[in-house]
Protein backbone atom coordinates (compact mmCIF):
# COMPACT_ATOMS: atom_id res chain seq x y z
CA UNK A 1 0.00 0.00 0.00
CA UNK A 2 1.33 3.71 -0.60
CA UNK A 3 2.56 5.80 1.82
CA UNK A 4 1.59 9.27 2.65
CA UNK A 5 2.70 12.21 5.34
CA UNK A 6 -0.33 14.30 6.32
CA UNK A 7 0.90 17.96 7.15
CA UNK A 8 -1.45 19.70 9.96
CA UNK A 9 -0.36 23.21 9.46
CA UNK A 10 -1.99 24.51 12.79
CA UNK A 11 0.13 22.50 15.04
CA UNK A 12 3.28 23.50 13.27
CA UNK A 13 5.34 25.82 15.29
CA UNK A 14 8.00 26.53 13.01
CA UNK A 15 11.00 24.89 14.81
CA UNK A 16 12.44 24.03 11.32
CA UNK A 17 13.90 20.42 12.76
CA UNK A 18 12.69 18.85 9.62
CA UNK A 19 14.84 21.09 7.67
CA UNK A 20 17.49 19.55 10.01
CA UNK A 21 16.48 15.66 10.20
CA UNK A 22 15.93 16.05 6.49
CA UNK A 23 19.78 17.36 6.13
CA UNK A 24 21.05 15.06 8.82
CA UNK A 25 20.20 11.49 7.06
CA UNK A 26 20.76 12.56 3.09
CA UNK A 27 24.01 13.67 4.13
CA UNK A 28 23.31 17.51 2.57
CA UNK A 29 25.39 20.09 2.83
CA UNK A 30 24.73 23.18 5.13
CA UNK A 31 23.42 26.52 2.91
CA UNK A 32 25.08 29.67 4.75
CA UNK A 33 22.67 31.70 5.95
CA UNK A 34 21.60 35.44 4.64
CA UNK A 35 19.72 38.27 4.74
CA UNK A 36 16.16 37.67 2.44
CA UNK A 37 12.93 39.78 2.39
CA UNK A 38 11.23 37.36 4.36
CA UNK A 39 11.53 35.12 7.39
CA UNK A 40 12.41 31.89 5.78
CA UNK A 41 15.64 29.57 5.92
CA UNK A 42 16.67 28.51 3.37
CA UNK A 43 14.26 31.11 1.06
CA UNK A 44 13.96 28.38 -2.01
CA UNK A 45 14.21 24.76 -2.41
CA UNK A 46 17.21 23.61 -4.13
CA UNK A 47 19.72 20.67 -5.13
CA UNK A 48 20.70 20.81 -1.45
CA UNK A 49 17.46 22.07 0.60
CA UNK A 50 14.96 19.02 -0.41
CA UNK A 51 12.35 20.78 2.46
CA UNK A 52 12.01 23.99 4.04
CA UNK A 53 9.41 25.73 6.21
CA UNK A 54 8.04 29.06 4.98
CA UNK A 55 6.99 31.26 7.94
CA UNK A 56 3.75 33.10 7.09
CA UNK A 57 2.20 35.92 8.96
CA UNK A 58 -1.45 36.32 8.21
CA UNK A 59 -4.57 38.03 10.10
CA UNK A 60 -7.12 35.70 11.16
CA UNK A 61 -10.35 37.11 13.28
CA UNK A 62 -8.71 40.36 13.63
CA UNK A 63 -5.40 39.14 14.83
CA UNK A 64 -1.91 38.98 13.04
CA UNK A 65 -0.67 34.93 13.55
CA UNK A 66 1.86 33.00 12.11
CA UNK A 67 1.52 29.75 10.15
CA UNK A 68 4.72 27.73 9.36
CA UNK A 69 4.21 25.63 6.05
CA UNK A 70 6.65 22.83 5.36
CA UNK A 71 6.84 22.10 1.34
CA UNK A 72 8.74 19.63 -0.28
CA UNK A 73 8.08 16.87 -3.05
CA UNK A 74 4.64 16.31 -3.24
CA UNK A 75 5.55 12.33 -4.58
CA UNK A 76 2.12 13.01 -6.97
CA UNK A 77 0.40 9.55 -7.40
CA UNK A 78 0.39 10.27 -11.04
CA UNK A 79 3.98 12.53 -11.38
CA UNK A 80 4.57 14.59 -14.31
CA UNK A 81 8.24 14.10 -14.05
CA UNK A 82 8.10 11.10 -14.45
CA UNK A 83 5.85 11.31 -17.79
CA UNK A 84 8.20 14.10 -19.03
CA UNK A 85 11.31 11.86 -18.62
CA UNK A 86 12.16 10.10 -21.86
CA UNK A 87 15.17 8.28 -20.47
CA UNK A 88 12.46 7.00 -17.65
CA UNK A 89 14.88 8.59 -14.99
CA UNK A 90 11.78 8.50 -12.28
CA UNK A 91 9.51 5.57 -11.35
CA UNK A 92 6.83 5.75 -8.96
CA UNK A 93 7.29 3.24 -6.58
CA UNK A 94 4.52 0.96 -4.67
CA UNK A 95 5.28 2.61 -1.20
CA UNK A 96 4.54 5.85 -2.49
CA UNK A 97 8.08 8.13 -3.26
CA UNK A 98 8.67 9.21 -6.35
CA UNK A 99 12.43 8.56 -6.87
CA UNK A 100 15.43 8.80 -9.00
CA UNK A 101 16.95 6.25 -10.49
CA UNK A 102 20.69 7.88 -11.33
CA UNK A 103 21.23 8.28 -7.35
CA UNK A 104 18.51 5.65 -5.69
CA UNK A 105 19.06 2.92 -7.94
CA UNK A 106 22.57 3.76 -9.62
CA UNK A 107 20.98 3.48 -12.96
CA UNK A 108 22.57 6.74 -14.86
CA UNK A 109 19.91 7.47 -17.46
CA UNK A 110 19.20 11.35 -17.03
CA UNK A 111 21.20 13.32 -19.92
CA UNK A 112 20.20 16.48 -18.14
CA UNK A 113 17.53 17.78 -20.21
CA UNK A 114 15.47 19.10 -17.19
CA UNK A 115 11.90 18.50 -18.70
CA UNK A 116 10.56 17.19 -15.34
CA UNK A 117 11.61 20.90 -13.91
CA UNK A 118 9.54 21.95 -16.30
CA UNK A 119 6.84 19.03 -15.83
CA UNK A 120 6.29 19.41 -12.40
CA UNK A 121 3.36 21.71 -11.33
CA UNK A 122 4.63 22.34 -8.17
CA UNK A 123 8.36 23.44 -9.10
CA UNK A 124 10.23 20.94 -6.76
CA UNK A 125 13.32 19.18 -9.05
CA UNK A 126 16.33 21.50 -8.82
CA UNK A 127 19.68 20.95 -10.96
CA UNK A 128 22.84 20.71 -9.61
CA UNK A 129 24.35 23.44 -11.62
CA UNK A 130 27.53 23.46 -9.80
CA UNK A 131 28.69 20.33 -10.74
CA UNK A 132 30.73 18.70 -13.68
CA UNK A 133 28.47 15.63 -13.37
CA UNK A 134 24.97 17.52 -12.53
CA UNK A 135 21.88 15.00 -11.38
CA UNK A 136 18.65 16.51 -10.76
CA UNK A 137 17.83 16.36 -6.85
CA UNK A 138 14.85 16.70 -4.84
CA UNK A 139 13.03 14.79 -1.49
CA UNK A 140 13.42 11.02 -1.69
CA UNK A 141 10.53 10.39 0.74
CA UNK A 142 13.73 9.03 3.01
CA UNK A 143 12.79 5.45 0.55
CA UNK A 144 16.04 3.61 2.11
CA UNK A 145 13.80 4.30 5.18
CA UNK A 146 10.66 2.97 4.03
CA UNK A 147 12.16 0.18 2.60
CA UNK A 148 12.66 -0.95 5.98
CA UNK A 149 9.88 -0.27 7.58
CA UNK A 150 11.02 3.17 9.02
CA UNK A 151 9.65 6.69 9.00
CA UNK A 152 10.48 9.58 7.00
CA UNK A 153 13.55 11.63 9.15
CA UNK A 154 11.66 14.77 9.04
CA UNK A 155 8.27 13.11 10.13
CA UNK A 156 10.48 10.85 13.17
CA UNK A 157 11.64 14.82 14.39
CA UNK A 158 9.03 16.97 15.03
CA UNK A 159 8.05 17.38 18.10
CA UNK A 160 4.40 18.66 17.96
CA UNK A 161 2.99 15.95 15.70
CA UNK A 162 2.19 18.25 12.64
CA UNK A 163 3.57 15.57 10.55
CA UNK A 164 1.41 12.32 10.74
CA UNK A 165 3.14 9.02 9.07
CA UNK A 166 1.18 6.23 7.42
CA UNK A 167 -0.84 4.24 5.04
CA UNK A 168 -2.16 7.30 2.21
CA UNK A 169 -5.69 6.16 2.42
CA UNK A 170 -5.55 6.22 6.62
CA UNK A 171 -3.61 9.34 6.61
CA UNK A 172 -6.78 10.86 4.42
CA UNK A 173 -9.07 9.08 6.88
CA UNK A 174 -7.31 10.78 10.10
CA UNK A 175 -7.22 14.07 7.69
CA UNK A 176 -11.41 14.24 7.29
CA UNK A 177 -11.78 13.37 10.57
CA UNK A 178 -9.92 16.28 11.95
CA UNK A 179 -11.55 18.95 9.89
CA UNK A 180 -15.08 17.46 10.26
CA UNK A 181 -15.00 17.25 13.97
CA UNK A 182 -13.32 21.08 14.38
CA UNK A 183 -15.13 23.66 12.74
CA UNK A 184 -11.53 26.20 13.21
CA UNK A 185 -10.06 23.99 9.61
CA UNK A 186 -10.64 25.03 6.51
CA UNK A 187 -12.67 22.02 4.98
CA UNK A 188 -10.53 20.75 2.27
CA UNK A 189 -7.62 18.08 2.57
CA UNK A 190 -5.07 20.05 0.02
CA UNK A 191 -3.44 17.04 -1.86
CA UNK A 192 -6.28 14.42 -2.24
CA UNK A 193 -7.14 15.49 -5.92
CA UNK A 194 -4.68 18.44 -6.68
CA UNK A 195 -3.15 17.38 -10.03
CA UNK A 196 -5.24 13.38 -9.65
CA UNK A 197 -3.66 13.21 -6.00
CA UNK A 198 -0.12 13.06 -3.91
CA UNK A 199 1.33 11.26 -1.23
CA UNK A 200 1.71 14.05 1.06
CA UNK A 201 -1.61 16.00 2.02
CA UNK A 202 -2.38 19.25 4.12
CA UNK A 203 -4.94 20.31 6.45
CA UNK A 204 -5.25 23.85 7.64
CA UNK A 205 -6.88 26.66 9.38
CA UNK A 206 -6.16 29.05 7.30
CA UNK A 207 -6.81 29.36 3.82
CA UNK A 208 -4.75 27.92 1.54
CA UNK A 209 -3.95 30.48 -0.96
CA UNK A 210 -3.46 32.44 1.68
CA UNK A 211 -0.09 30.55 2.74
CA UNK A 212 0.73 30.13 -1.00
CA UNK A 213 -0.85 26.97 -2.61
CA UNK A 214 -1.90 26.56 -5.89
CA UNK A 215 -5.61 26.21 -5.38
CA UNK A 216 -7.13 27.07 -8.59
CA UNK A 217 -5.63 23.50 -10.32
CA UNK A 218 -6.86 20.88 -12.31
CA UNK A 219 -7.99 17.63 -10.20
CA UNK A 220 -6.36 15.74 -13.50
CA UNK A 221 -3.45 14.24 -13.46
CA UNK A 222 -0.62 16.53 -15.48
CA UNK A 223 0.41 13.50 -17.42
CA UNK A 224 -2.95 13.08 -18.97
CA UNK A 225 -2.42 15.62 -20.62
CA UNK A 226 1.16 14.94 -21.92
CA UNK A 227 -0.66 11.65 -23.35
CA UNK A 228 -3.62 13.72 -24.97
CA UNK A 229 -0.54 15.13 -26.86
CA UNK A 230 1.64 12.15 -27.48
CA UNK A 231 -1.19 9.82 -28.31
CA UNK A 232 -0.83 11.94 -31.54
CA UNK A 233 2.84 11.19 -32.08
CA UNK A 234 2.77 8.32 -34.16
CA UNK A 235 0.07 9.37 -36.70
CA UNK A 236 1.97 12.81 -37.21
CA UNK A 237 5.03 10.78 -37.49
CA UNK A 238 3.44 8.82 -40.67
CA UNK A 239 1.90 11.71 -41.68
CA UNK A 240 5.00 13.90 -42.40
CA UNK A 241 6.66 11.16 -43.21
CA UNK A 242 4.01 10.30 -46.25
CA UNK A 243 4.51 13.94 -46.88
CA UNK A 244 8.23 14.15 -47.42
CA UNK A 245 7.71 11.20 -49.92
CA UNK A 246 5.19 12.47 -51.58
CA UNK A 247 7.79 15.51 -52.37
CA UNK A 248 10.31 13.95 -52.83
CA UNK A 249 8.57 11.36 -55.46
CA UNK A 250 7.52 14.49 -57.09
CA UNK A 251 10.67 16.45 -57.38
CA UNK A 252 12.47 13.54 -58.72
CA UNK A 253 9.45 13.51 -61.32
CA UNK A 254 10.23 16.93 -62.41
CA UNK A 255 13.53 16.59 -62.11
CA UNK A 256 13.17 14.18 -64.90
CA UNK A 257 10.42 15.09 -67.16
CA UNK A 258 12.56 18.57 -67.52
CA UNK A 259 15.75 16.42 -68.28
CA UNK A 260 13.78 14.98 -70.83
CA UNK A 261 12.73 18.30 -72.50
CA UNK A 262 16.00 19.59 -72.25
CA UNK A 263 17.56 16.57 -73.90
CA UNK A 264 14.80 16.21 -76.73
CA UNK A 265 14.17 20.12 -77.50
CA UNK A 266 14.77 20.81 -81.44
CA UNK A 267 18.09 22.36 -82.08
CA UNK A 268 17.72 26.02 -82.74
CA UNK A 269 19.89 27.64 -85.47
CA UNK A 270 22.44 29.71 -84.78
CA UNK A 271 22.43 33.19 -86.71
Not at 79 to 87: G, I, K, L, Y
Not at 112 to 121: D, H, L, Q, T, W
Not at 175 to 188: G, L, M, V
Request: net charge negative; charged share 25%; aromatic share 14%.
Amino acid sequence: MPKGVLVDVSRCIGCRSCQVACKSWNDLPATPTGFNNNWDNPPDLTATNWTRVGYHLIEKEGQLKWRFVKTQCMHCDEPACESACFTHSFVKTKEGAVIYKPTELNQDYCVGCRYCMIACPFSVPKFEWDKAFPFVRKCRFCYDRMKEGDKPACVTTCPTGALQFGEREEILAEAHQRIDSNPNYIKHVYGEKEYGGTSWMYISDVPFEELGFKTNVSEKPIPLYSWDILKWTPWIFVGWGAILTALYTYNKRRAEVHHEEEMYAPVQDEE
